[in-house]
């Protein structure tokens, strides 16, 4: 059973440029959440999403973020216009229900020159 | 403002010996207390929980106390290896769901031998 799959594991993009980030969760998973860790930083929360839904962004910015969690396909973190200090770990985790345990990705590493 | 605190970026250990990470927190609606360790260039990965009702969780080598009244965790590891050298990132919220955790910025743990 192949863990939550996070791709690219490294991505560089140019100021200006979109950014997206895919995120498989774990075989019978339908929770989605995304984080984000700036250097030096603890992660912090962004997007809480079920299939098709999101269910909390309290800690999505409010421009140029977005998420979304189709009924098929990989969770998507796209981030438009990307700046400097969007450069950040994004680590995705997924669980099987509201009350379980969140399992991580291994994280993408967008670099933002 | 910050949750969650973990004030000692880091902490050296000889192996053997006990580590002990400590975690404050200032929100008292937390209900819900892990631990996850983070290894370089990887996902963090679940370490252990406790949840408000308890003063105490373990397992094998490492226990989790928590002290409400002093909005006080802390994680012990015994014996200490080098193994366990990593991140380790403290983290709450509110529910047991898990969801929207909030964690603090992590001590770096050395265990050397």
């Known amino acids: 059973n192949a863990g939550v799959m996070q791709n690219p594991r490294h991505l560089v993009r140019r100021r200006g440029q979109e950014a997206r980030l895919r995120c498989s969760p774990m075989?019978?998973?339908?929770?989605v959440y995304w984080y984000r860790q700036l250097p030096e930083e603890g992660l912090k929360f962004m997007v809480y999403?079920?299939?098709?839904?999101?269910?909390?962004e309290s800690g999505m910015p409010k421009e140029r973020f977005s998420a979304e969690f189709p009924k098929e396909g990989p969770s998507i973190l796209r981030i438009q216009q990307v700046v400097r200090g969007d450069s950040a770990a994004y680590f995705c985790?997924?669980?099987?229900?509201?009350?379980?345990?969140?399992?991580f990705g291994q994280g993408t590493r967008l670099t933002v020159v | 403002d910050q949750q969650v605190k973990q004030n000692s970026p880091s902490l050296s250990v000889q192996e053997g010996r006990i580590s002990i990470l400590n975690c404050d927190y200032t929100?008292?609606?937390?209900?819900?207390f892990l631990w996850y360790k983070k290894y370089p260039a990887e996902g963090p990965t679940f370490l252990i929980s406790?949840?408000?009702?308890?003063d105490k969780n373990e397992d094998g080598r490492f226990t989790v106390f928590l002290n409400k009244s002093a909005k006080h965790l802390s994680l012990h590891i015994v014996p200490s290896q080098p193994g366990d050298s990593a991140v380790y990132f403290c983290?709450?919220?509110?529910?047991?769901?898990?969801?929207?955790?909030?964690f603090g910025k992590g001590t770096t743990l050395s265990v050397s031998s």
């Open positions: 985790a997924s669980s099987w229900g509201e009350n379980t345990e969140a399992f």
């Open positions: 075989k019978g998973h339908s929770h």
């Open positions: 999403l079920q299939k098709e839904n999101i269910i909390d």
């Open positions: 929100n008292s609606m937390f209900d819900y």
């Open positions: 406790i949840s408000s009702i308890k």
């Open positions: 983290a709450a919220s509110e529910d047991q769901a898990g969801t929207a955790l909030i």
